[in-house]
């Protein structure tokens, strides 16, 4: 049977390949706020990028190289949001894809490119080793209804932070607790730091216990802590901890940050 440092050392190698895949985090080149380009012109995307209501309006011509869906676009088209992959935004410029998003009614793009610096500068990520006391019991208690805090974001801006419950634990012999919010899949995502933040670690990281049971159990597991997005972009717009969040401990385990 696999255990638990087996398991951990194949999470690794997984999210070694995730992070430096052609459309991962190291891809992103840009991010760009329509507000901030009325005329609807951005720096190096060719074609009109204009916001119109629940949607951007994107206008083009046949030699401006873009497609959408696949096909060359000589015209105009509508877009909502993309959610899925980056591999698969709808919006495509040679091999770069421009993923439209938006955050709290502000609309923009991201660039991402696989011929990016970054992607070929990587060198892997420096990370503690597999240590099972960094891996404990948490219980997870859910607000009566969720609350939503602002806070600031790696690009300067505030903005609100939905939070769903707090996770309780003991780790190195002492009760603490994270605010935490609820993903999709039921999983819960924290974002936090520590004595290490910023001296020998990033400035904050993000972890994503499992989905609790009816009873509120999950594991918390500071092995599988990660570096938040904008570690390896600085175009991402990552959350910093929400008030609470800063652990007054040195936690060694995880990633903590980019190999020189």
Known sequence: MTDASDQWKQWHVQRT??????????????????????????PDIPGIWTPDGDAVVLAAGGGDGLTVDGRPLAGEVRLGADTGPVADARVALGERRLVVLVR?????IRDFDPASAARRAFRGIVVGDHDPRWSVPGRFTPYEESRTVRVPNADGRERGLALAGELAFTLDGRELTLRVAREPDGGLWAVFADATSGNGSFRFRFLYPGAPDAEGRTTVDFNRAVLPPCAFADHFVCPFP?????LDLAIPAGERALHD
Request: net charge negative; aromatic share 16%.
């Open 242 to 246: 929400p008030p609470g969040n800063t």
């Open 17 to 42: 390949e995730t992070v430096s895949a052609p459309y991962g985090p190291l891809a992103l080149t840009g991010t760009y706020w329509f507000e901030e380009y009325p005329d609807g012109r951005l």
């Open 104 to 108: 709290e009614g502000i609309w923009g």
